[in-house]
């Protein structure tokens, strides 16, 4: 039998044991944040430069002044303008998606769909990002429902149902929200449901 000062040294390194692992589990959890907080800022970087370059007309100069002299996102347009031109990204979703997936497999992170699928997600920010346009315009929550229902004309990817679900995000609060944030939530919870969400995309 051990004697008491010996188990008192095993129950001590028994305890020792938990916290390490509750600390290593608390910094894998941590280090886990920071990657998808990263490969976020990356994706929804590429997405916002790659539509504002298609809306212009593919014009470069009106996509430059608003990168702000910032080396990332100056080497994101490059990226984008190369891409684009040679016929490899033809919507803002694509890219978006091509970038989250290079920056998880980087970090080792997962991003919970597949790439087609994430693409439809990162186009359905579109909602979000007109929707938040019109209320800054001045213009009625059923006023901007109906002119972004007649702009993004295809149901399939962007459901009647989810363009009032987000229009509901961006007129009840008082205040106009963040567009960043809207388009985030937007992207993220079609992300999280998976394939269902290309199902339930013609409903």
């Known amino acids: 039998m051990a ?18 692992s509750t600390a290593a589990h608390a910094q894998a959890a941590t280090d ?25 007309g593919r014009n470069r100069q009106a996509v430059l002044p608003y990168l ?25 979703g694509q890219m978006a998606a091509d970038t989250l997936f290079k920056c998880a497999a980087e970090q080792k992170i997962s ?12 186009v359905r920010t579109d909602i979000a990002f007109f929707l938040h346009l019109e209320r800054g315009n001045g213009l009625v929550r059923q006023q ?3 002119k ?22 961006v007129y009840a609060p008082a205040q106009l929200p963040d567009v960043r944030q809207l388009m985030g939530t937007v992207a993220w919870n079609c992300i999280q449901r998976g ?6 995309a013609s409903r």
């Not at 972004?148 to 995000?169: G, Q």
């Open 144 to 146: 901007a429902v109906s």
């Open 148 to 169: 972004v229902l007649t702009r993004l004309k295809s149901r399939e990817l962007y459901p009647t149902a989810l363009v009032n679900s987000v229009a509901e995000a």
């Open 32 to 56: 886990s944040r920071e990657a998808f907080r990263v490969c976020d800022a990356k994706a929804f970087l590429a997405l916002n430069i790659t539509r504002n370059y298609l809306m212009s």
């Open 3 to 20: 004697s008491w000062p010996m188990a008192c040294r095993g129950l001590a390194l028994l305890m020792w044991g938990v916290v390490a």
């Open 195 to 200: 394939p269902s969400a290309a199902s339930a």
């Open 68 to 92: 702000g002299g910032d080396a990332t996102a100056e080497a994101m347009a490059d990226e984008v303008f190369r891409r684009v031109e040679a016929g490899e990204i033809r919507d803002p």
């Open 111 to 122: 991003v919970g769909a597949s790439r087609r699928q994430t693409a439809l997600c990162f």
